[in-house]
């Protein structure tokens, strides 16, 4: 099989490091890494492919013969350095907030949507981790049942926010005092804040409005109503959310867990009398959406409530940005093979 000539631009971040990390594992065909970052983390040196590859600076550098490229260096540097990423590669994965919710650009969920990829070259919106576990969870539900509407409360992990995030966490653990550097407005060890991204005039922060648009966009479904409060709480890696979903059909709890025992990227873990239930320290490090407490309110038909949990840096990031890539090399090799029959 054939190589690609791979970039991913925010290499030494920590989704950055996390997508090079899938790329081993899934055994993408990589024959040449390019690794790109700041100025100041240019000559940095990561592991890669049982050798090393020296991070070079994104500023200048051109994408003409790049097949794939991942961003995840925020939406500043997405919007500055995409498009013209995007006329030298392939393919162009974005994990940044920066196109996502631009009707021309793919917002994609493979689990859900990767039907759009047949045929696109250019750039790919990679969602927010917190939208995309949920929506691996509802989608099937949705096909089973008609999805009508969601209320949704999260449990962030400090990871969300990056190194620092992570930083002041483990501060605060070891000092019993909060780090000058932190990202949050109020101590996070041993604490718990209903406030992720900005805080608008109208009540709803950055981080609900995403959920909000994206889970629309992406199971196309306009008019869904969802209503989420996003929390960040003091857990290193893994996102959990409490949802209560309500459907057009009725539902019964069976049913729900035999539809998501068969959906892709989910597993069941359900069985509260043993005290087994999705937890974020299990999540950490693997790649597929855990649902449990799945329960039924009384005289509620059409009601589930459940509890989801992923790892935030895999499929709520990397890993979603390379089963992307994945489903676009797919697409293409259906696309030749068409071509000659």
């Not at 600076?57 to 994408?63: H, S, V």
């Not at 039907?115 to 929506?135: D, F, H």
């Not at 989420?228 to 539902?251: C, D, I």
């Amino acid at each position: 099989m054939a190589g690609y000539r791979v970039a991913v631009v925010g290499a030494t971040g920590l989704v950055g490091r996390t997508i090079l990390k899938v790329l081993q594992e899934r055994q993408l065909p990589v024959d040449d890494l390019v690794a790109l970052a700041s100025r100041r983390s240019a000559g940095t040196r990561l592991a890669f492919g049982g050798d090393e590859v020296e991070v070079r600076a994104l500023e200048g550098f051109a994408f003409g013969g790049v097949d794939l490229a991942f961003f995840s260096a925020g939406a500043t540097v997405s919007r500055e350095h995409a498009p013209p990423a995007a006329r030298g590669a392939a393919l162009v994965v974005d994990n940044s907030s920066a196109f996502r919710m631009d009707p021309a650009v793919p917002l994609v969920v493979p689990e859900v949507n990767a039907r759009l990829l047949a045929g696109y070259r250019g750039i790919v919106a990679n969602p927010n981790c917190s939208t995309i576990q949920m929506a691996v969870t509802l989608q099937p539900l949705h096909q089973a049942f008609g999805l009508e509407s969601v209320v949704v409360s999260t449990y962030q992990s400090v990871s969300g926010t990056g190194a620092r995030g992570i930083r002041a966490l483990e501060h605060e653990l070891a000092t019993g005092e909060r780090d000058d550097a932190s990202p949050y407005p109020h101590p996070i060890a041993l604490n718990v804040l209903p406030h992720i991204d900005v805080l608008a005039a109208d009540g709803w922060s950055g981080e609900e409005r995403k959920m909000i648009g994206e889970t629309r966009k992406i199971m196309n479904l306009p008019s869904l109503q969802v209503v989420p409060t996003t929390v960040r709480v003091p857990v290193r890696v893994g996102h959990s959310e409490a949802v209560y979903a309500r459907f057009r059909e009725r539902v019964d709890v069976a049913g729900a867990r035999e539809v998501l025992e068969r959906a892709s990227g989910v597993v069941v873990v359900d069985q509260p009398e043993g005290d087994l239930y999705p937890l974020a320290v299990h999540a950490e490090g693997q790649d597929e959406v855990f649902v449990g407490r799945i329960r039924q309110p009384d005289g509620d038909e059409r009601g589930l409530a459940l509890w989801i949990v992923a790892d935030n840096l895999r499929k709520g990031a990397a890993t979603n940005a390379v089963q992307i890539a994945e489903c676009h090399i797919a697409a293409g090799r259906e696309e030749r093979r068409a071509s000659y029959a």
